[in-house]
């Protein structure tokens, strides 16, 4: 209770109001005019500003530093994730809409069991935040006036200028799944990975555009029952995927296999493609199997392009000097072009189970189908990375001789036999 001369004693954390994360009413808090547990009711936010990020659309940022109190234990209070509040059945349609409409950025999260918060067409500027899996605020729910209300605190102090960011995986009711950008260590690859509607919706991904999204194609399940997937980060699997399986909602992320070398060849990619732009080659190493598989059918049958820039091998290839290193890259090329069309082929076979929806039970699809796709996948991109490789070690070391060490440096790099 205010005391008149402490004016950090108004609904502080001895509130127990505050106690219990419940905004006091005015009118009847006894601290009056100087109670400070009113921020939802007063907007008192803290100074944002918008920016663009690089990759995932817009961001918003401190504008001032939000500073951790000790005697606001509560957390910081940042902005109100205000939007529209819908049921569960109403978000599934909208977020469907939303993805036929090509909206890509999803604002849909949670506010209570029943209830979702809408910010795709009607929001504060807490719509902006993006996802990191190393954030630096957290959402938290109040109630205010007796309503269940979503706000963002901070976790951490904040300097001016440092990007907002919470973990979208309590929260998340994505449309499309989306490939995270955060770039933290313990990435979970996924925005949501680890939300309930995300494992309900799961799907392959590829990364057919800059975001990566992705598209729902059911695959394998085994007669265990539960959950789908489990990414990385989750407790117990650590950085593994696990694939398992769920009657309701059996999927696989291919590319990701069940191992952590699928994320160790992505790391690896990763360098080449860095390397490559630091030198201005202006390639971009190539997509997993998926993609290239997704760019001729879609789970709807429709044709689909990927909206990706391709490698220019031919030109890149063109520009070495020694007919050796020419010789090397069109042999991996080659190899790299063969594991290709097994995967499209493999995938022609197991496409009738997917699309009859066959491809939960014993007769759809089957683990050893699953460990062909698995194989197939694995053997895609270490063709790609082979080829890359070569291409970059070739620009680099001009001079050395091909052959072995293109294979035993990258053979560093988890491999699969
Ligand atoms: C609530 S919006 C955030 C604001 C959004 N960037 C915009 O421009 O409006 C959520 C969407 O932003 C993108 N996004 C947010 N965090 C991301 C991340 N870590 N990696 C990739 N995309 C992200 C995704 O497209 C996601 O659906």
Redesign the pocket.
């Known amino acids: 209770m205010y005391d008149g001369i402490n004016p950090e004693s108004a609904c502080g954390e001895t509130c127990l109001n505050v106690l219990t994360s419940i905004e006091c009413t005015a009118g009847y808090c006894p601290c009056g005019e100087h109670c400070r547990n009113q921020k939802f009711q007063k907007c008192e936010y803290a100074r944002t500003k918008l920016f663009k990020?690089e990759?995932?659309?817009?961001?918003l940022l401190a504008d001032e530093i939000i500073k951790l109190f000790l005697y606001v234990k509560a957390g910081q209070f940042i902005i109100e994730y205000c939007g529209e509040i819908i049921s569960l059945e109403e978000a599934k349609q909208r977020s469907q809409n939303y993805e036929a409409q090509g909206i890509?950025?999803?604002?849909i999260i949670s506010q209570s069991a029943s209830c979702l918060i809408d910010?795709t067409k009607k929001g504060s500027l807490a719509?902006?935040?993006?996802?990191?899996c190393q954030p630096n605020c957290e959402t938290r729910k109040w109630v205010v006036l007796g309503e269940t209300r979503v706000g963002i605190f901070a976790k951490k102090d904040i300097s001016v200028g440092t990007e907002l960011s919470y973990d979208?995986n309590y929260e998340w009711y994505?449309g499309a799944t989306?490939?995270?950008?955060?770039g933290a260590a313990n990435c979970s690859l996924f925005?949501g990975a680890k939300s309930r509607h995300f494992q309900e919706y799961s799907h392959v991904w590829e990364d057919g555009d800059d975001?990566y999204m992705a598209e729902n194609i059911p695959l394998y399940g085994s007669d265990e029952d539960d959950h789908s997937m489990m990414m990385g980060g989750t407790e117990g699997s650590e950085n593994k995927l696990e694939i398992g399986s769920s009657k309701r909602s059996s999927s696989v992320l291919p590319v990701a296999a069940n191992s952590v070398d699928a994320k160790s060849f992505e790391a690896a990619k990763q360098v080449l493609e860095d390397t490559a732009k630091a030198f201005s080659l202006n390639f971009n190493i190539g997509t997993g199997s998926t993609s290239t598989k997704k760019s001729q059918h879609t789970s709807k049958g429709k044709a689909k392009v990927s909206g990706r820039k391709q490698v220019r091998d031919k030109s890149v290839t063109k520009l070495l000097v020694s007919k050796e290193a020419q010789a090397e890259v069109a042999e991996y090329e080659e190899i790299k072009n063969k594991a290709t069309a097994d995967l499209n082929s493999l995938y022609d076979e197991i496409r009738p189970a997917i699309e009859e929806g066959k491809w939960d039970s014993q007769e759809g699809g089957t683990t050893s189908v699953s460990e062909k796709w698995i194989d197939a996948t694995c053997a895609k991109y270490e063709a790609d990375f082979d080829f890359h490789f070569s291409i970059i070690k070739n620009f680099l070391c001009p001079k050395k001789p091909a052959g072995d060490e293109a294979r035993s440096s990258a053979g560093g790099i988890a491999r699969r036999n």
């Open positions: 990020t990759g995932h659309g817009w961001g890509k950025d999803a604002y910010a719509r902006f935040i993006n996802h990191s979208y994505g989306v490939r995270c950008l955060c925005l975001r």
